[in-house]
């Protein structure tokens, strides 16, 4: 039997993270709820940093198996340069294991510099990651095709298998920049026509400014916030609705940074619910305290009448789900509950809900067909290659405009900044205005 020890770094690292995985299952048992609140959102974020860490591990190793080891073996590193690309892709490996440890210990009014490089170089390591991968598949399959033996000349193949790593490293420095650049534009206004089945006549026309995925955090500060609440004042929406990730951080600590939000002053109200990230905190009860103290509503599987500036008797339901990840892991209290979410809100009325994952716009529609209007976030629009893939199929409704039925819409948006990574490859941030249309 093959003993810890005799196991290969790869092996090592993946029971690492099993390892890791099984305590975080364990820690949202019964048990360890008695655990005192702060004790349990350091232990849960602590585990989430270790078991991505460990995972990371297995990438790490190959990418300097690919980019360091592969060129110890030629007449490369006998040159002067080989040793300082050794510390390079060291450090780079560093910074990006790094990037979510910053969560516990660098988050502050704005940005520090440390965690803007860690999550940039988090980003880059995923495109590296991806496209080492995808370059040795390619190689390897030119290979079964050519039917190429193993008397191949040594050293066609040694200056072959320098290529791939080169390339890769080139290609991911060029898509990081590009990332960087996308990433730090304003993010683009959207404007959306809704019609909304049943809206009342004196409601045409009103304007709803949509918000998602802000994620204030480790790379996103006080700045960013109050340029997006200058953008959002600029549209002057009857309503605006924040649908989750408003934060990765305990409110006491980011407090500052939140203050920009204060200034929002949409006549008809500015509302919020909970987002994965919210959970992530267990701190959902001091950002609701916070958000009112902004004059900010969390709809907390609740419902308000929204009524016409015009007519006091022309109203629609505006309903806020609880994030489904409340139910995964156990927040008390919490949880995503659209029976009560919707109470005493009935087909008679137009209704729109907030919900921050598109699954639970599923889920909801299955519930109530008769909602006319889901506004969602989550996606981030995949927010970088090569994860828009993944974002794509895990998720029912992806990003936009969809619309399920005869009388219901399904909007998505693409996210207003970014988590950790301030990059964008293949998606935009966006602020979206919505106009509702009545029939």
Not at 34 to 59: S, Y
Not at 236 to 264: Q, Y
Not at 382 to 409: D, E, I, S
Request: charged share 15%; hydrophobic share 45%.
């Amino acid at each position: 039997m093959i003993s810890f020890k005799q196991l290969p770094l790869e092996a090592k690292a993946a029971v690492a993270a099993g390892v890791v995985f099984f305590s975080m299952m364990l820690s949202r048992s019964y048990p360890a709820e008695q655990l005192e609140l702060r004790t349990r959102r350091w232990l849960l974020r602590l585990q989430m940093a270790l078991f991505a860490n460990a995972l990371m591990l297995i990438g790490s190793l190959h990418v300097w198996r690919s980019t360091v080891t592969t060129f110890s073996r030629s007449s490369a590193a006998s040159s002067f340069c080989f040793m300082p690309w050794k510390i390079a892709v060291f450090m780079f490996l560093a910074l990006a294991h790094s990037s979510f440890f910053t969560l516990l210990f660098l988050v502050a009014e704005e940005p520090y510099f440390f965690s803007l490089a860690a999550y940039t170089c988090l980003g880059a390591y995923i495109i590296l990651i991806f496209f080492l991968f995808a370059l040795g598949s390619v190689e390897q399959a030119y290979k079964f095709l050519a039917r190429r033996g193993t008397k191949a000349d040594t050293g066609n193949k040694n200056s072959r298998t320098a290529i791939k790593p080169v390339l890769a490293v080139m290609l991911t420095v060029v898509l990081t920049v590009m990332g960087l650049l996308n990433a730090s534009q304003p993010p683009t206004v959207n404007s959306v026509e809704i019609p909304v089945h049943k809206l009342p006549s004196t409601m045409n026309n009103l304007k709803v400014v949509l918000l998602s995925d802000i994620h204030l955090g480790p790379t996103v500060g006080k700045t960013k916030l109050a340029m997006i609440v200058r953008m959002v004042k600029a549209l002057k929406p009857d309503i605006t609705v924040i649908v989750g990730d408003l934060t990765d951080s305990e409110a006491e600590i980011i407090r500052p940074a939140v203050e920009p939000l204060g200034e929002l002053n949409s006549p008809l109200g500015t509302y919020f619910v909970t987002g994965n990230h919210e959970y992530y905190t267990s701190d959902v009860s001091n950002w609701f305290e916070l958000l009112k103290s902004f004059n900010i509503q969390p709809l907390h599987n609740e419902n308000v009448k929204i009524v016409s500036p015009k007519s006091t008797d022309d109203w629609f339901c505006l309903a806020g789900v609880d994030d489904i990840e409340a139910d995964v892991l156990r927040y008390s209290g919490h949880g995503m509950d659209l029976k009560k979410a919707l109470r005493d809100c009935s087909s008679e009325h137009a209704i729109v809900l907030l919900a921050h994952q598109p699954i639970a716009a599923k889920w909801a529609l299955q519930e109530r067909p008769d909602i006319n209007l889901i506004l969602s976030g989550h996606t981030h629009g995949g927010q970088m290659f090569p994860l828009n893939a993944g974002a794509y199929f895990l998720n029912p409704f992806f990003v936009g405009l969809y619309k399920v039925g005869q009388n219901t819409f399904v909007y998505v948006s693409s996210g207003t900044m970014y988590f950790g990574i301030p990059m964008r490859l293949g998606s935009r941030a966006e602020i979206t205005e919505i106009i509702l249309r009545s029939p």
